[in-house]
C-alpha cells in the first residue's frame, strides 16, 4: 500500500476534535480531522432553535483562546457556538475534511499503522495513520424505545433531535417523554408556544442558575466541584447519573425545574412504561423525581454554603428563587397513570430518551462486555488508539465543555510520547 501514513487521524471535528487539532499542530505531528458533517455537525444539526448552551461562555472556550468575549457570563445559542467552532479552525487553519464518513478502522496484528475507510461524497478513500483519536462523542446517535413502534402511526413521532419549533409539529397537544436536559427544554419551548404539553419525568438532578451572588458554575469550577475522578466517587451510580437540569436561556438569570414546567401549564407524569395504539401508560414515580432533584439542588447549596464559611469569602445570603424552591408536598406533579393521546388532543410524540454512540466502525479489541469503551483517561491497550469526549474520561470535568481542553492536551502528550517512542525503535 503506497498511501502516505500520518501521524495522526482524529475523528469528530466538534469542541473535542478541533482542540486536538490544535494540540497537535502546536506538536508538528502529521494529522488530519475527519468530520461526517461541517465543523460542530452535533451542535449544527441536533439543536431546536431557542437552544441555548448551560454554560457561561467563559467555560466554553477552545484551548488558547484570549477571553476578549463581551459577555463572558453569557450564553451562546446553537448558531453562535457553532460559529465559534467554524471561525476557530478557519483561524488555527487546522485540517479539517468535511463531508467524510468514517466506515472502518482495522490494525492487523504487526502493522505499525492503522487503516481507515472513508466515504465522500460518494466516493471511497483508505488513510493510513500511526495513530487514532476518536473524537466523535458519546452522544451522536439518537435512542429510541421500542415504546414507540407501539403507537398508531396518526401519531406523529420524532426524536429530539429533530424537533426545531413548535410550528413543524401539527396542531394539538404534545407528549414529551423523558426530563432530562432536552426533554425539560423543550417541553418549555411547547408550553411557551401555547401547546399543552405533557412530560414524561425521570429521575434527574437540578442546579440552581445562580446562588448566592454567583452562577452556580462559578462556585462549582471555584469548589473544584469538577475535578473529581472516577475512582474518588463512593457511589458508582453516581458515574451514570444524568447531567443536572440548567438552563442558559433568559442570559442565565433563572432555575430551570419540574415545578417551573408545572406553573407554565406542563403536566407532570411518571416515566412511561407502556404504550398501546393511542393509550399510554405511567409509573406512580413523578413526585419521587421532583423530590430527586429538590434533594440533590439543596445538597449543592449546602457545599456551597459550607465552602463559603470554610475559606471565609463574603458571599451575599441566598435569595429567593421560587423556581428552585422544593415542593414538599409534590403538588406539582399529576397523579394520572394513564393517557388517552386521542382523548386528550396529543397529536405528537417526542422522544427525549438520549443518545448512544455509535463506535460500529472501529474493528478493534477495545470494547468490554456491554459495548462500552475500555480505556484509562482515554488511552486504550491497542497502541495508539485514544478516545476523546466521553463522560468521566479522566474527571466528572470531562462531560463538560470546560474539560474537554483539559482532556485533549493529556491525549496529545500521550500521543507525543507514542510518537517518540516508535521514532526511538524505526
Known amino acids: 500500500m503506497n498511501t502516505p501514513i500520518l501521524d495522526v487521524i482524529v475523528i469528530g471535528a466538534g469542541h473535542a476534535g478541533l482542540s486536538a487539532s490544535y494540540y497537535l499542530k502546536q506538536a508538528g505531528l502529521a494529522h488530519l480531522v475527519l468530520e461526517r458533517g461541517r465543523v460542530g455537525e452535533s451542535w449544527r444539526s441536533q439543536r431546536w432553535a431557542s437552544f441555548v448552551v448551560n454554560s457561561p461562555n467563559q467555560f466554553n472556550r477552545l484551548p488558547d483562546t484570549i477571553p476578549t468575549e463581551d459577555d463572558p457570563g453569557g450564553f451562546s445559542s446553537a448558531h453562535t457556538f457553532v460559529a465559534t467552532l467554524t471561525d476557530y479552525a478557519l483561524a488555527h487553519e487546522l485540517p479539517i475534511i468535511e463531508d467524510t464518513t468514517v466506515l472502518s478502522i482495522e490494525k492487523s496484528v504487526g502493522d505499525d499503522a492503522f487503516t481507515i475507510a472513508v466515504s465522500r461524497h460518494d466516493q471511497f478513500h483508505t488513510y493510513r495513520s500511526r495513530q487514532v483519536i476518536v473524537a466523535s462523542g458519546a ?50 419551548d411547547l408550553a411557551e408556544a401555547g401547546r399543552a404539553v405533557y412530560l414524561a419525568t425521570s429521575p434527574v438532578a437540578r442546579l440552581p442558575r445562580r446562588y448566592r451572588g454567583k452562577d452556580i458554575m462559578e462556585w462549582l469550577v471555584q469548589m473544584g466541584f469538577f475535578n473529581a475522578r472516577a475512582e474518588d466517587v463512593p457511589d458508582p451510580a453516581m458515574l451514570h447519573l444524568k447531567t443536572p437540569l440548567l438552563t442558559g436561556r ?70 429567593p428563587d ?45 470494547f468490554d462486555s456491554t459495548g462500552q469503551p475500555e480505556h484509562h483517561n482515554g488511552i486504550t491497550s491497542t497502541g495508539g488508539l485514544y478516545f476523546l469526549g466521553l463522560h468521566w474520561l479522566r474527571s466528572r470535568k470531562s462531560t463538560t465543555l470546560l474539560g474537554l481542553g483539559e482532556d485533549a492536551r493529556f491525549i496529545v502528550d500521550a500521543a507525543c510520547a507514542y510518537h517518540q517512542q516508535c521514532s526511538e525503535l524505526a
Open 139 to 188: 452522544m451522536n446517535t439518537p435512542q429510541i424505545p421500542t415504546l414507540a413502534g407501539q403507537l398508531l402511526p396518526a401519531i406523529q413521532q420524532r426524536h429530539v433531535a429533530t424537533y426545531r419549533q413548535a410550528d413543524q409539529l401539527p396542531d394539538g397537544g404534545v407528549l414529551v417523554v423523558g426530563s432530562g436536559q432536552s426533554g425539560c427544554q423543550v417541553a418549555e
Open 250 to 319: 433568559d442570559g442565565g438569570q433563572r432555575t430551570l425545574s419540574l415545578q417551573s414546567l408545572a406553573r407554565k401549564g406542563v403536566t407532570l407524569l411518571g416515566s412511561m412504561t407502556d404504550a398501546d395504539d393511542t393509550m399510554v401508560a405511567f409509573a406512580a414515580n413523578a413526585a419521587m423525581h421532583v423530590q430527586f432533584a429538590d434533594e440533590f439542588s439543596a445538597q449543592v447549596k449546602g457545599m456551597v454554603d459550607a465552602f463559603i464559611q470554610e475559606t471565609g469569602l463574603t458571599a451575599p445570603a441566598p435569595t
Open 322 to 366: 421560587p423556581d428552585d424552591a422544593p415542593d414538599p408536598d409534590v403538588n406539582c406533579v399529576d397523579p394520572i397513570t394513564s393517557l388517552n393521546l386521542t382523548g386528550h388532543g396529543v397529536t405528537s410524540v417526542i422522544w427525549a430518551t438520549g443518545f448512544g454512540a455509535d463506535f460500529s466502525y472501529l474493528h478493534l479489541p477495545v
